[in-house]
Every structure is written in C-alpha cells, then in structure tokens.
C-alpha cells in the first residue's frame, strides 16, 4: 500500500513540475483585454490601396466570425477606392480622346482643311 502512494505523489510532483514549466513558458492563459470600443486594430492607407494593404488586413475575430462594423468600413473604404480610380481613369480617356490642336512645325496652328495653307507663313509661290 505503502508502493501505491509512494507512486500517486511522484505522478502528483511530476505533473506538477510538468504544470509550472507549461505556465512559465506558455503563460497562464491570460487573455488580452480586449480593445475599447470603437477602435480596431484593422488599417489601411488613407489613398493609394495596393493588393498587398488588402492581403494584409486582419479582422478581429467575435463569436460568429468577423467584428461587422470593421468589415463594412473596409468595404465602404474600398469601395471609395475603386470608385476613385474609376473616375480618374474615365477623365484620363476623355483627355486622351480629345483632339490635341494640330501645329505646325513653326509654332502656328495648321489650316483648316481644304485650304493649302495660311498667308504669310513662308510658304511664297
């Protein structure tokens, strides 16, 4: 009998150094505080958003999947984004669908069509 609990109380001490060295190393599972209200740990350039500021966002994590609120302001952020690009790519087609003024070599706008050319520009037959 006396064997047995010999045994028992070196499995004890054995799980209990087992037990400080797992809390020394790992901690004693604490949990961070959770961040105040109405801040997020979720961030992305003020313009300029790249694919590699998208990969990198980190949601935080409340018990059915992702924290909405931060979510929808990187959708709305995005969407404002692309929105943007948009409009400037629209302007950048417009500006280059437009007809630059024609000039000649000496710094005067061409002639009109059907006409040869403008008196006085040198051209004297």
Request: charged share 20%; aromatic share 6%.
């Amino acid at each position: 009998m006396l064997t047995m609990l010999v045994y028992v109380l070196a499995v004890a001490l054995v799980a209990a150094l087992l037990y400080a060295f797992a809390c020394a190393v790992f901690g004693r599972s604490e949990e961070m505080a959770p961040l105040p209200e109405h801040t997020t740990a979720t961030v992305l350039p003020v313009a300029g958003i790249r694919a590699s500021d998208v990969t990198a966002l980190r949601f935080q994590q409340v018990v059915r999947g992702y924290k909405t609120s931060e979510v929808d302001w990187t959708l709305e952020r995005l969407a404002a984004e692309i929105e943007s690009l948009r409009e400037q790519l629209a302007q950048a087609r417009a500006a280059a669908s437009e007809p630059a003024p024609s000039r000649t070599g000496l710094g005067e706008p061409a002639p009109p069509e059907g006409v040869a050319a403008w008196p006085g520009n040198g051209d004297h037959r």
